[in-house]
């Protein structure tokens, strides 16, 4: 019988600590297929963040350093100046990189690091039990907005594609998400192209991913694949912002 | 040999780092260490390093992080408010095992303080400084020659144990110029089986400080005590006049070199008061000084600050019945070799008559 489907070499065979209906296994997957893809497993370092994606250095097959929260951008940084001819990329999640690593994602932006950001955004912090996040939207209830997240008091979900596309710095910027398989594989384009941005040495890329989390949205992984639809998409449109295909 | 050249304590600490060959340094603005990476900035290109005026004193920490992980050697310099801001980055590095070279050319505190030369640092430095429980080496220079040659050296020791060295300076050592003669750095080779240069050929490696199974912290943190209690090897320190010594004064960095000339008077004037200065800030010359006070009981501490390394000289001389005597002086003034002069005398008269 023909092999039609397998695990891509760039990952792990273990099982995963992720919650029925997390999306970051997709994502992992999708990053790990253009591992293969473009041949660089061997030449990758990963830069793992903290929340829930920090044991991506357990599912990667590849050297990994872990950096503290918020700070992946500068490690990154630190290992690609150091080694210019290796992959770099880090994975955040929305607390991580828009909240307390902000001004981190920013000025590696805007000094054009040769790296790749993998953004996953699902409006909520995971690890610690579901509090606000900066992209929480308007209404969204968290344990730390338990009557839903004021825009009054608590600010606006934060648009990081779009704040970071201004900036001069930055070479490729886009929005996926992978709640169908239509959104799926056009997220797997944007991040070939987030990829081969980092290998022809054009700059930095950035792909940020909507992504679900049911567990502390409270909801079955039905419903929080469709909720990426119905409420995350329309504020947080798909597609590519800057630097699309070559 | 090679000729004398009259260098600014800062750039001195620049180019050992040089020639100890770190090729990349990243940093952030404040005074008064300003002349570090300034003189990297314009002499590490020519070299082929890379320099980097990093966004915050957090993003250098952690691009230091990033560069030492690779193998590369790698520093940052900063003072005293941003070394606080530095801590957490410190402690990851403990944490991971990850080299790099931290320069504190401190200023005085608390807060924004000012930026006379100040010891308030000594306790932030000695003690780790972050959260967790883990150790820098601590080198404190006490002239413009050693700020170059404790410099070459704080990037062995970084290699040797994968930890990170701070070199400990202040104000005033990172402002004055002095005659320095530079020497050739012999290199040395530290095993690189533990750095992050892509999957080729081998397993994958992991740098991290995150341990979450039963029983594996506290493993982690023992084998890291064990490597701490190991680096007592590293101990260095200076003495002078101790023949005879009745008082012995004890002080590192900025207000040893002062009390050199201090001393000399005491003994001009026929006071039998010796010199002890630690160059190692961690691992303290517990043993030595102990050593040291079963001939001598009277002890000095003298600080540019209220009274932190006296803790230390305490924990080394203080079981017995040994005298502990302090002059500190909180930043906003340095002390003459006058002034220091009188506070010895002092204690001197009390002590010994």
Redesign the interface.
């Known amino acids: 019988m023909k092999q039609t489907f397998k695990r891509p070499k760039a990952l792990v065979d273990i099982p995963s600590h992720f919650c029925p209906g997390c999306h970051h296994g997709i994502i992992h997957r999708l990053v790990a297929e253009c591992i293969d893809l473009y041949g660089v497993r061997e030449k990758t370092i990963g830069v793992a963040s903290v929340g829930c994606s920090v044991f991506l250095y357990d599912y990667f097959n590849a050297d990994v350093v872990e950096a503290p929260h918020g700070r992946a951008p500068a490690v990154a940084t630190g290992v690609k100046r150091a080694r210019p001819d290796n992959f770099v990329f880090t994975y955040q999640g929305d607390g991580d990189l828009a909240a307390i690593g902000t001004a981190e994602i920013i000025h590696a932006a805007n000094r054009g690091e040769q790296i790749t950001v993998i953004f996953v955004n699902n409006t909520v912090f995971g690890m610690t039990g579901g509090q606000m996040a900066p992209t929480t939207m308007s209404g969204q209830e968290t344990t730390t907005t338990p009557f839903g997240r004021d825009l009054k008091t608590n600010g606006f979900p934060i648009k990081m594609s779009e704040l970071l596309t201004e900036l001069p710095g930055s070479t490729f910027v886009a929005r996926a998400a992978v709640n169908n398989s239509k959104n799926l594989m056009k997220a797997k384009k944007l991040l070939k192209r987030a990829f081969e941005v980092q290998i022809n040495g054009e700059g930095f890329s950035f792909v940020e991913f909507l992504s679900a989390c049911p567990t502390n949205w409270k909801m079955t992984p039905k419903q929080a694949t469709e909720r990426v639809q119905e409420e995350m998409i329309p504020y947080f449109p798909l597609g590519v912002f800057k630097g699309g295909q070559e | 040999m090679a000729e004398a050249e009259f260098i600014k304590g800062n750039e001195a600490i620049a180019m050992g780092a040089i020639e100890a060959g770190c090729?990349?340094y990243?940093g952030y603005p404040i005074t008064p260490q300003n002349d570090i990476p300034e003189y990297m900035s314009r002499h590490l290109p020519d070299v082929g390093g890379?320099f980097?005026q990093?966004?915050?004193e957090?993003?250098?920490i952690?691009?230091?992080?990033?560069?030492?992980?690779?193998g590369?050697r790698?520093m940052t310099s900063s003072s005293s408010p941003g070394i606080s801001l530095k801590q957490?980055?410190i402690s990851?590095m403990c944490g991971?095992q990850i080299p790099g070279v931290i320069v504190n050319m401190s200023r005085s505190g608390p807060g924004l303080g000012g930026i006379d030369p100040s010891q308030g640092d000594y306790f932030q430095a000695t003690r780790g400084g972050g959260h967790g429980d883990y150790r820098t080496i601590v080198l404190a220079p006490h002239s413009v020659q050693e700020n170059y040659d404790l410099t070459m050296k704080a990037f062995d020791l970084a290699d040797k144990y994968r930890n990170p060295v701070l070199i400990l300076g202040d104000a005033l050592l990172g402002q004055m110029k002095e005659p320095i003669r530079r020497r050739k750095y012999r290199k040395k080779e530290f095993p690189k089986d533990w750095t992050?240069?892509?999957?080729?050929?081998r397993e994958?490696?992991?740098?991290?400080?995150?341990y979450l199974s039963e029983g594996e912290l506290t493993d982690h943190n023992w084998m890291l005590n064990k490597k701490y209690q190991s680096m007592k090897r590293e101990i260095m320190f200076e003495t002078q006049f101790m023949e005879g010594a009745k008082l012995v004064v004890v002080a590192f960095g900025s207000v040893a070199r002062i009390l050199k000339s201090t001393v000399q008077m005491a003994r001009d004037r026929g006071m039998k008061v010796g010199l002890f200065r630690p160059i190692t800030l961690f691992p303290f010359p517990y043993a030595a000084l102990d050593k040291i006070s079963h001939s001598i009981k009277n002890f000095m501490a003298l600080e540019l600050n209220t009274g932190q390394m006296l803790e230390d000289l305490k924990l080394s001389v203080g079981h017995k019945k040994n005298q502990v005597d302090f002059y500190g002086r909180p930043p906003g003034s340095i002390p003459s070799p006058d002034e220091l002069f009188n506070e010895i005398k002092k204690i001197y008269k009390k002590r010994i008559g």
């Open positions: 090729r990349f990243f890379t980097i990093a966004e915050s957090i993003a250098s952690n691009m230091l992080l990033g560069a030492s992980s690779t590369a790698a957490e980055g990851y991971s992050m240069t892509g999957a080729k050929g994958k490696r992991l740098i991290k400080s995150l």
